[in-house]
């Protein structure tokens, strides 16, 4: 079963930077896409950003405002999500997914990771 693994999140004040990792493991497939959605207290899980298996392909929710950037290391095999201009309204638990074999970016992700705590001050 494939294990996904998050890091990088922390407290910071509104304005600052984070940059999220992801980290995937035992799959059997490299044409994989990895998503990052986010779970606000009180609030409904969202999407958040998405890239393809070979890096070239990224999605992003409109709500991002262009600020966030999702990236991926094909020689380490991490996605990384570069998050600026942080917003208290950016404050949330933000999870890794790792898809099944697809060449794009799907809409089911089986393999979640345990998530990682961004808080954002104002």
């Known amino acids: 079963q494939v294990q996904v693994v998050e890091s990088g999140g922390g407290l910071v004040q509104a304005g600052d930077s984070l940059r999220l990792s992801c980290a995937a493991s035992g799959h059997t497939f490299s044409t994989y896409a990895v998503g990052w959605f986010r779970h606000p207290p009180g609030k409904d899980r969202e999407f958040v950003a998405a890239?393809?298996?070979?890096?070239?392909?990224?999605d992003y929710a409109d709500s991002m405002k262009g600020r966030f950037t999702v990236s991926r290391d094909m020689a380490k095999n991490i996605v990384y999500l570069q998050m600026n201009s942080l917003r208290p309204e950016d404050t949330a638990v933000y999870y890794c997914a790792v898809s099944g074999r697809t060449l794009g970016i799907p809409n089911e992700y089986p393999y979640w990771g345990q998530g990682t705590q961004v808080t954002v001050s104002s």
């Open positions: 890239i393809n298996w070979s890096g070239r392909i990224t």
